[in-house]
């Protein structure tokens, strides 16, 4: 089983590395360029350097290559749950530092979130166990997913740079958030306390949706069918099962849309708390009896647990895969073979209180479980005499109300603290001696987060699970700049050179998506890409993932190089003149445009309304095409489409910028198109106005 390498190595080219990188967390202002060009081949260090490295590395002896890293090292983020508050907050593992807090659910709505567990893309799912409310024909239960962000700068609603702006400006090296209202920002928290309002106005996103959300990290709010929400376990394609305490309901959600799947909803009377998918793509879920549900063929049972009693917490060894869970009414920990569903053994949990909450499993088969509500959490670690078996170490103490741990990148200990309202980090490494030779663990930071908060939540809070046990991967990517409007992106090859490898059990996944504008890359869909086979993806920029996988035991894949490219552009030499009315609009427009924006004379006037105008000054980006579906007519020109953008004025003050596209589709005219978008000196959209012409015509010319 593989694992992953320190984070600081993935970012190596970051000069101010660790989390702070996480710019919509933090006060570091860094921004990062795409790559320039329309024909990139990527084969040595410095050429993968220029994307984000995750969970893969080019390490010395391995240079100039990409293959999984050794150790599993999720984001350096840990998400705690603030369940008496209603949200969630983001810790950076490295400092301390608060990032973020996000409600969990729109005003109105049910909340009091309990588990998190964060995907293989670093975004955090969040269950909210207070709702049962009424929701398209059936009590329902909700979660919320908050994406993620690298790159960027801080900055004021009008784009001015800020360290304590509540936005966050392009260019981003990597985003999973979307730009909802289309201002060229993220506008998200930046700290303990900074809640963004979701006021759901008129019941707005009561059935789901994030319309009314301010914080735009904030992507996915849905309605389940599990109510009291609490089981949440991401899948190896990166869905999300979801499941109810209050009613056993169970459903997968898309990893795309955050939308339920239909088909996979079922009920066994079984499970709701927490839970997870191990390696083999099973589902496994407490309480008691103990779910072990198979997806594939929408089976599952309940496993006896009388020997230990009401099983609450649940882990799984990223190198054995056993199932791990602790028992909230007895002293025990037990570990359970994953394929038969037979306990393997029972270990007695000494701690004050009696029984356990939650469980975490680390990198070297450590286990840690935490006192119910008390102040330990106890430490278990493989037996050097008796291999297969574990030997109770001894307990970390001076915790305040335990009930959730998680592994964070570093392979350090987190432990949520209800009763004290605060989080702690344990290094394993540190403390005294006990049993085995080992180190008992020793807490080396505590980060307060506020009255009021009763954080609770014991699930995968940091991603440890879904990238070490569910699914072991790790991605590289990179965003590519043509410096062309509508460039056609056609072809990516990799591996071909003899380092490149798949073995059996791997797989290299590479897929891509494409727009005009960086910040507009979050809203297109991914699509997958097969080596060096021509596909069609228009846009400036081109984002292109990597995701390297494998399977039980399997060996790393290499990615030795990959070249990304668009189809050659022919430069069009011409011009097109002409004007008119848009149909059903004010809009009238007049010009004479080159291809070459080099070359003049280039006119554009656009009037609209009663006294509104834009009068081109310069023009900035030209070209021309030619769409196959179009026919310019005489005289044949070779193109019939004209796409451009300049600055000018607008009611007489420069400074305006305008896009747009006109067709030529032949004599008399009225089938020509004009599609326009004008944004005055301070950004704001005053005209954006598309369809054929009422009357007038467009007419392309051969230079």
């Given amino acids: ?332 920990v037990r570990e359970i073979d994953p394929l038969t569903g037979a306990t393997l053994n029972i270990y007695p949990l000494p701690v004050s209180n009696g029984w356990g909450q939650g469980i975490a499993v680390d990198s070297n088969s450590h286990v840690w479980a935490a006192e119910g509500f008390g102040d330990e959490v106890a430490h278990f670690a493989p037996d050097p005499v008796n291999p297969g078996k574990h030997i109770f170490v001894g307990s970390v103490i001076g915790l305040g109300g335990t009930t959730g741990v998680a592994v964070d990148t570093n392979g350090k200990i987190w432990a949520s603290e209800m009763n004290s309202n605060s989080a702690s980090r344990i290094n394993p490494n540190a403390g005294l001696i006990g049993a085995g030779g080992y180190n008992i663990g020793a807490i080396d930071m505590i980060v307060p987060i506020g009255d009021g908060a009763g954080p609770y939540n014991y699930s995968d809070m940091t991603g440890f699970v879904a990238i070490g046990s569910t699914s072991p991967q790790g991605f590289w990517t990179v965003v590519q700049n043509s410096g062309t409007p509508g460039t056609n992106w056609n072809k990516i090859t990799w591996n071909t050179e003899p380092q490149g490898s798949e073995p059996p059990g791997s797989s290299i996944i590479v897929e891509a998506r494409a727009s005009d504008t960086e910040i507009g890359l979050s809203s297109q869909t991914f699509v997958s890409i097969t080596n060096a086979v021509d596909f069609n993806l228009p846009g400036q920029f081109i984002e292109v993932q990597v995701t390297l996988k494998i399977a039980s035991n399997a060996s790393s894949p290499v990615l030795s190089d990959i070249r990304i490219q668009a189809k050659e552009l022919i430069q069009i030499k011409g011009r097109m003149t002409g004007g008119g009315s848009i149909a059903g609009t004010s809009v009238k427009h007049g010009f004479e445009l080159h291809c070459d924006a080099a070359q003049g004379p280039n006119n554009l006037q656009i009037n609209w309304g009663k006294s509104s105008k834009f009068h081109l000054e310069k023009l900035d980006e030209a070209s021309g095409s030619d769409d196959p579906a179009i026919s310019e007519g005489q005289p044949v020109a070779g193109f019939d489409t004209y796409k451009g953008k300049g600055t000018g004025r607008y009611n007489g003050k420069s400074g305006a910028i305008a896009e747009w596209t006109f067709t030529d589709a032949g004599e008399p005219g009225k089938n020509d198109f004009a599609k326009i978008i004008i944004k005055n000196a301070e950004g704001v959209e005053v005209l954006n106005v598309s369809g054929n012409l009422n009357n007038g015509n467009h007419q392309a010319h051969k230079e």
């Avoid at 710019?23 to 320039?36: D, G, I, K």
């Fill in 1 to 332: 089983m593989l694992f992953y390498k320190n984070w600081e190595k993935r970012l190596r080219k970051f000069s101010c590395f660790f989390v702070f990188v996480f710019l919509f967390f933090s006060n570091c202002n860094l921004t990062f360029a795409s790559v320039s060009g329309a024909n990139v081949n990527y084969t040595v260090d410095a050429d993968f350097d220029q994307g984000v490295l995750f969970n893969v590395n080019h390490d010395a002896p391995n240079s100039n290559q990409l293959q999984l890293n050794v150790t599993t090292t999720p984001f350096p983020i840990v998400n705690i749950a603030a369940s008496a508050r209603g949200t969630v907050v983001r810790i950076d593992v490295n400092t301390g530092a608060i990032l973020g807090e996000y409600l969990t659910s729109p005003d109105g709505m049910g909340r009091n979130p309990s588990r998190t567990t964060v995907d293989q893309l670093g975004n955090v799912w969040v269950a909210n166990r207070d709702e049962y409310g009424f929701s398209g024909g059936q009590n329902k239960g909700s979660v919320v997913r908050i994406w993620l962000i690298i790159g960027g700068t801080r900055a004021n609603a009008d784009g001015t740079p800020n360290p304590s702006g509540q936005y966050l400006k392009p260019p981003f090296q990597y985003s999973t958030c979307i730009d909802r209202n289309g201002d060229g920002l993220i506008k998200t928290s930046i700290g303990l306390g900074n809640i963004l309002p979701w006021t759901n106005l008129g019941g707005a996103d009561s059935d789901g949706g994030v319309s009314t959300a301010e914080d735009e990290a904030i992507i996915n709010y849905t309605r389940v069918t599990g109510t009291g929400t609490r089981t949440l376990a991401v899948d190896a394609s990166n869905d999300l099962w979801v499941g109810g305490l209050g009613d056993t309901d169970f459903e997968k959600l898309s990893g795309v849309t955050g939308l339920p799947i239909p088909g996979t909803q079922f009920n066994l009377g079984l499970g709701g708390y927490g839970g997870l998918i191990d390696g083999n793509g099973i589902l496994w879920s407490a309480p008691s009896p103990l779910l072990r549900f198979d997806p594939v063929t929408m089976t599952g049972i309940g496993l006896d647990n009388a020997a230990v009693g009401f099983t609450y917490g649940i882990g799984i060894d990223p190198n054995t895969g056993n199932i791990w869970t602790t028992d909230n009414s007895g002293p025990n």
